[in-house]
């Protein structure tokens, strides 16, 4: 899968995190939509160094999609914890 693969998949994982994480994000649409394309790349490389699954070729490989969506959600949350709104 090439470098524009990767970016579909990380637009459609960071939209998949931002479901299964709803609320107010501090950036907007296009700051979480970039925090799914590097939750995709991040998901992937980490699957792939530590997890010994290889980065498959295919773009629907389940297992590359559920890191994409992994990492897509743990860099949102980080995101959030860092740069959330600090209003209760």
């Given at each position: 899968m090439g470098i ?5 998949l990380?637009?459609?994982a960071?939209g ?24 995709a790349f991040?998901?992937?490389w ?11 070729a295919?773009?629907?490989?389940l ?5 994409a969506?992994?990492g ?6 980080g995101?959030?914890?860092l ?6």
């Open positions: 524009i693969g990767w970016i579909i990380g637009l459609l960071g998949i995190a931002k479901i299964l994480l709803p609320g107010r994000d501090p950036g907007g649409f296009i700051v979480t939509t970039l925090i799914g394309v590097a939750g991040t998901g992937g980490l699957s792939a160094k530590f997890l010994d699954r290889p980065i498959q295919q773009f629907f490989d297992a590359t999609w559920g890191s969506i992994v897509s959600l743990v860099l949102l949350v995101y959030r914890i740069f959330g709104n600090s209003r209760r």
